[in-house]
């Protein structure tokens, strides 16, 4: 067994101590000789961790198929001064395969008391905002502009392994190790795209919104709701996204977005129909305790769709049934599932909710 213990040469931007202290938290990453956790086997693991402030990497390297036992359990011992272990999509692979090829030697290597922070699960919800081609490590990396020395996968290298064990030639040890190395180490940069998953987690105060007169490509006017936020940590890189009359810009630690106002009659419906009349001349429900004067004729027992009142005016988009600040939504007919809100409900009381509101619906609907 080949043991690699160094210092990482890696700055990482995202603050860690978000997830506990420093020298409890451990990335790591294994490379396996196939996807098959029964009949293939773990030939590498690699970690990294802090000595107080300072990233150290190591890896442990089955030098034949015969030392796989060896580095679970160099591995299993090391990891047991730490609390918090960060991976790539480890919940899905990783784990599961360490658990599994541990069973094989009766070794517990069980994880249930860390946290475990999986960087791709949060990130691959985003997709349709960070617009990748794949949810792949490396496509990650390419995001965020990291280049690797490392030109291999670690299917490529599953052949080269065979290979070294075979061979013993060490000169194949590089590429093994690199490749390793950097699936690791790059971690620590992915892990800043965290600040944009806090985005949308509402980790955001609000410092600024105004209403704006602009003008479309045509040249029409129109008005739009401006909100401008302050992150809680620093995006790596700058993201824009449109949907459905809503754009927002990421950039360091602002957030800038804005929703289009809509001007139009919109109704707002009363739950309680049973006790209203319906007036087809006025197209509007009023409650029996008025309606009981109007003439029969012209009036008649409200459904739950015709039980509303219509009302002019400018709106904003709201998608969500309930509120605790927002409790008069309008709709165009009962069915919808989105409403609006009056734009003069917007103020400094309301607009941290209604950001948040926009905020829930672009991490919940990808375009089709």
């Avoid at 603050?15 to 020298?23: A, I, Q, R, Y």
């Avoid at 094989?104 to 008391?113: C, H, Q, T």
């Avoid at 927002?326 to 409900?345: R, S, Y």
Wanted: aromatic content about 16%; charged content about 25%.
């Amino acid at each position: 067994m080949l043991v690699i213990k160094k210092k990482a040469n890696i700055t990482i931007q995202y603050p860690l101590e978000e997830f506990g202290s420093l020298d409890k938290i451990l990335f790591f990453d294994i490379e396996t000789t196939g996807f098959s956790r029964q009949y293939c086997s773990i030939y590498l693991i690699g970690c990294m961790y802090f000595h107080g402030t300072v990233p150290m990497y190591a890896q442990w390297l089955a030098e034949n198929f015969n030392e796989e036992a060896n580095i679970l359990m160099a591995f299993h011992k090391f990891i047991q001064s730490f609390d918090t272990i960060i991976h790539f999509n480890g919940n899905s692979f990783d784990i599961p395969f360490l658990m599994e090829r541990g069973k094989k030697y009766n070794l517990d290597l069980s994880f249930d008391r860390f946290q475990s922070i999986d960087i791709y699960r949060p990130l691959a919800r985003l997709n349709h905002i960070l617009k990748l081609e794949n949810q792949k490590q490396k496509t990650f990396e390419k995001f965020l502009n990291i280049k690797r020395t490392d030109p291999f996968s670690g299917g490529d290298l599953i052949e080269v392994y065979k290979h070294f064990v075979e061979s013993k030639d060490q000169r194949l040890i590089v590429p093994l190790l690199l490749h390793n190395m950097e699936d690791v180490l790059s971690m620590g940069s992915l892990i800043s795209l965290f600040a944009i998953s806090d985005l949308f987690q509402k980790k955001f105060t609000v410092s600024d919104f105004q209403i704006c007169t602009c003008k479309d490509m045509e040249g029409n006017p129109y008005r739009e709701l401006r909100i401008q936020m302050a992150l809680q940590h620093s995006v790596p890189t700058p993201l824009s996204y449109y949907y459905n009359n809503i754009y927002f810009r990421a950039e360091k630690e602002t957030f800038h977005l804005s929703v289009k106002i809509q001007s139009g009659e919109y109704k707002y419906y009363f739950t309680d129909y049973k006790n209203y009349y319906y007036l087809p001349v006025e197209d509007r429900a009023i409650h029996k305790s008025v309606g009981q004067f109007v003439n029969a004729s012209f009036r008649r027992q409200a459904t739950s769709s015709t039980c509303y009142e219509k009302v002019s005016g400018e709106f904003l988009p709201f998608f969500h049934a309930d509120s605790s600040v927002f409790d008069i939504i309008f709709k165009e007919n009962i069915k919808d599932k989105h409403g609006f809100i009056l734009l003069d409900t917007i103020n400094e009381r309301t607009i941290f909710e209604y950001a948040c509101e926009i905020i829930d619906y672009l991490k919940k609907t990808p375009p089709k």
